[in-house]
């Protein structure tokens, strides 16, 4: 399965023209509290919706982020 918000977790994590696939770990990237205010910025900047930080899930996967991603978007 591709990754459906591809240059949108690249800009979130820093990144340029690194290869992502769902299964890679998001320690393996500056998975920080940097990024996921770049998350808050992305969601709110899309879908005008804010996100308390404090509600965050627990995203351990590139997967596991575009899903969260994919959310806003029904």
Known sequence: MNVINQSAIKEILGLEDDVIERSQNLDEFDWDS??????QSHVDEKY???IDPDNLPDLNTIGCLDDYINSFSS
């Open 34 to 39: 940097l990024a996921m205010v770049m998350l």
């Open 48 to 50: 005008n919706i804010q």
